[in-house]
């Protein structure tokens, strides 16, 4: 029985660990960094990227869904969080999540 109980035990931790990373949602009342409206360009790779300020925003892959921020340059896409960073007087835009960042410049 008390193998059991181990086994209980560890797979409780395993699985609040594991469920931990999912916990992070969008705010109850989204709000909208107005200097994240417009459109912006990837230099790479030529992707477009257009903040709505209906909150929506549009990829030039041709995906549409919601978009919101918060406090800390946090970011939402379609139910996914990034940090976000302007910089160069608002004409650079860097998108992170998990130590990948795209940098795009307002057209």
């Known amino acids: 029985m008390k ?6 035990l560890v797979l409780f931790f395993f699985l609040s660990g ?3 990373g999912c916990t992070e ?3 109850e009342v989204p709000g909208h960094d107005s200097r994240l409206i417009g459109e912006w360009r990837s230099e790479p790779s030529g992707e477009a990227l257009i903040f709505r300020n209906d909150g929506t925003y549009t990829i ?3 995906e549409t ?3 919101s921020t918060s406090s800390g340059g946090k970011l939402w896409m379609f139910g996914t969080q ?14 992170t999540q998990s130590g990948y960042t795209r940098t795009y410049r307002r057209l």
């Not at 193998?3 to 209980?8: E, I, R, T």
């Not at 990034?82 to 998108?95: G, K, R």
């Open 60 to 62: 030039s892959e041709g």
């Open 25 to 27: 949602t969008p705010p």
């Open 18 to 20: 594991f469920l931990s």
């Open 3 to 8: 193998q059991y109980g181990a086994f209980v």
């Open 82 to 95: 990034y940090s976000y960073a302007l910089l160069e007087n608002d004409t650079i835009l860097t998108i």
């Open 65 to 67: 869904a919601n978009w």
